[in-house]
């Protein structure tokens, strides 16, 4: 079956506690992204990678990094959390870009304590 | 930057009645798409307009590209249960970030 996994599913952490959320998609996709949602702010993107060893800031990159060592994880990952990385989490893919569908793995909601 | 603004933000319907969603853009976009988030769920791409003035239907559903493709709508005629949840728009503006605009939760009122 074609999807994007995330994982954990939940997570609750302390400031400062590194930690990384894992996307893995096995469509072969060439693009992949991460994004939080918050009330009423909708989803804001983090950082995108357009292949292996490419990638990008978001809007909101601040406080985060990721990698892009193989084609089909893109693991997102707080050195530092703080209580402001409360969020809900969303990795997608696609096929080559922004003017292809976007699939979503199913979230990880992190608490920062 | 770029920013992608809806309205509105919240929504009450009674079952039956029309729905309507305005996307609006701070810049001229490429192309835009919208998505469905069903509660506790994840986004789900629903469509893409790409030129100027487009006009797609999907069942009860229509999405329009405004002329200057700098703003879009969804409208869904006779709403149901099962249309819940929240609607976003997403573009860009020529390079490969995408941006969400700040969505619309749709409540329904049986």
């Known amino acids: 079956e074609a999807q994007v996994t995330q994982n954990p599913r939940y997570l609750i952490t302390v400031t400062g506690k590194k930690l990384t959320v894992t996307c893995s998609q096995n469509?072969?996709?060439?693009?992949m992204s991460w994004y939080r949602q918050d009330p009423g702010l909708g989803l804001r993107q983090i950082y995108y990678s357009m292949n292996v060893e490419v990638t990008d800031k978001g809007d909101v990159p601040e406080g985060y990094k990721v990698s892009r060592k193989e084609k089909r994880n893109f693991p997102l990952i707080l050195e530092s959390p703080s209580p402001n990385q409360t969020s809900l989490y969303f990795c997608a893919s696609s096929l080559q870009g922004v003017t292809d569908t976007q699939y979503f793995g199913p979230g990880t909601r992190l608490t920062v304590l | 930057g770029q920013q992608v603004m809806q309205i509105p933000q919240y929504q009450h319907v009674q079952e039956g009645e029309d729905f309507t969603t305005y996307c609006n853009s701070s810049t001229t976009l490429s192309n835009i798409q919208w998505y469905k988030q069903r509660p506790g769920g994840h986004p789900v791409f629903l469509i893409q307009?790409?030129?100027?003035?487009e006009v797609k239907k999907q069942k009860r559903l229509t999405f329009q590209f405004g002329e200057a493709k700098k703003n879009s709508s969804l409208h869904i005629t006779a709403t149901q249960t099962t249309d819940v949840g929240t609607y976003f728009c997403?573009?860009?503006?020529?390079?490969?970030?995408?941006?969400f605009g700040t969505g619309t939760r749709l409540t329904i009122i049986p």
């Open positions: 469509m072969n996709h060439e693009y």
């Open positions: 307009l790409v030129k100027s003035g």
């Open positions: 997403a573009g860009h503006s020529g390079n490969e970030k995408l941006t």
